[in-house]
């Protein structure tokens, strides 16, 4: 059996996806334009300063696009950044019909690209795919909000709750299918970070391997340690691959640390202690988002996820459920910290989605306290 047809909006939301992680802090849109039912032109966001999405779409169009319909999985821009705005290349191309997932969230597009549409005589039509169009713009929403990257916590457990053996074992709970779909996620991500006892403990590459599907562009998301102290070893192999590592320390970790780590190919980045002694994670989260980075994958240990849900900084979960018992009273579960004291307080996913992967399970949803 053949894949099913796409209709046009869910053609331009692929087109979305495989870009996304490579336009921050633009978003990533997929623009379809189609006339008496064909396909006449295509595109997705570049990264930034390159063109947008419409634009590709209208050039592979050309005169095709006069009394076309768009598809757009986000309002066209209609200011100038560091493109000019993509409304004044719809009216100027002759679009008749302009279909739009959802109003981009940036107050400074906010329903004015649609008016500017509108008052050109185009008929706009607003929803379509709005739901999984949503999900695809939550990061871009929180960042342009608040400035801040918007926060994923990801974890692989076994059915009793734990994420490593006693030993601090932790290869494979999940089989392949599932580490596949870590990779994808870490490829439509900025910036993926973990704690520096998840560094010391598995030696962790926090690389996109080659074999992900989506444009083969070479990007790797920036790799971020919080290490107070400076204990990431200069031989670590995340300091080795391609792409970037950012270590925050305290400002308390001192200068060798810090000398140490930049030769071995790290940037380090000193922050103020938190009250525990550790990184404090406001300043980190500020840091990663005062450089662009809009959506962050953490992906562990415990001793990370529990403080950042202890902070109520945790925004998406994607709990990967392996059919394996490990046992241990000793063994690390995925989110230690301080933890709520009753039940009424603790989190709860909103609008959960389990999907099997492989011989595994994933859970997706939204923490939200009961508080
Ligand atoms: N199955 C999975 O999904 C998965 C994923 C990742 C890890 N793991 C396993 O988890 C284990 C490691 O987890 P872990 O809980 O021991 O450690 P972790 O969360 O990886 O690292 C915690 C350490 O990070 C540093 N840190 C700096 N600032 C922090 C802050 N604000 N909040 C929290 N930590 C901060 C602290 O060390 P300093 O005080 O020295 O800075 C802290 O002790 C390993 O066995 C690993 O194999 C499993």
């Known amino acids: 059996m053949g894949e099913p047809e796409l209709t046009p909006m869910q053609r331009a939301l692929r087109l979305a996806r495989q870009a996304l992680g490579t336009t921050s802090p633009n978003p990533s849109v997929g623009a379809v334009l ?11 966001t570049l990264p930034p300063g390159q063109r ?4 590709g779409a209208l050039e592979q169009a050309g005169p095709a696009a006069r009394g076309a319909s768009l598809y757009s999985t986000l309002e066209p821009c209609c200011h100038f950044g560091r493109t000019p705005p993509c409304t004044r290349a719809v009216i100027a191309a002759g679009v008749a019909e302009v279909h739009l997932a959802v109003i981009d969230p940036n107050p400074r597009v906010q329903g004015q690209g649609s008016r500017e549409l509108e008052a050109a005589g185009i008929r706009v039509l607003v929803g379509e795919e709005a739901g999984p169009a949503g999900e695809l713009y939550e990061a871009f929403a929180k960042h342009i909000a608040t400035g801040l990257p918007y926060v994923s916590a ?9 994420i490593a053996a006693y030993t601090g074992d932790s290869k494979w709970i999940t089989g392949p299918e599932a580490r596949d779909l870590v990779q994808q996620i870490r490829r439509e991500s900025d910036a993926v970070m973990v704690g520096v006892n998840t560094v010391l403990a598995d030696d962790p590459q926090l690389t996109v391997r080659q074999h992900v599907s989506g444009p083969q562009t070479g990007r790797q998301p920036l790799r971020v340690v919080l290490d107070s102290r400076g204990r990431t070893p200069s031989q670590a192999r995340l300091l080795r691959e391609p792409g970037k590592t950012l270590i925050f320390t305290s400002q308390e970790a001192g200068a060798e640390h810090a000398q140490r780590l930049t030769s071995a190919g790290a940037e380090v ?16 989260l500020r840091e990663l988002g005062r450089r662009g980075v809009v959506s962050l994958l953490v992906e562990g240990g415990g001793t990370l996820l529990g403080s950042l849900f202890d902070a109520g900084m945790v925004d998406k979960v994607y709990a990967f459920v392996a059919p394996v018992i490990i046992g241990g009273r000793q063994a690390v579960s995925p989110v230690a910290g301080q933890g709520v004291a009753k039940m009424a307080e603790a989190w709860r996913l909103s609008n959960p989605r389990m999907q099997p992967v492989g011989s595994d399970w994933l859970i997706v949803g939204y923490p939200q306290a009961r508080r």
């Open 34 to 44: 189609v006339r008496d039912g064909v396909v006449v032109g295509e595109g997705y």
């Open 52 to 55: 947008h999405a419409e634009i």
């Open 154 to 162: 990801k974890f692989a457990m076994s059915l009793d709750g734990k």
């Open 269 to 284: 980045f000193a922050v103020p202690a938190a009250p525990s002694g550790m990184v404090d994670l406001g300043a980190a």
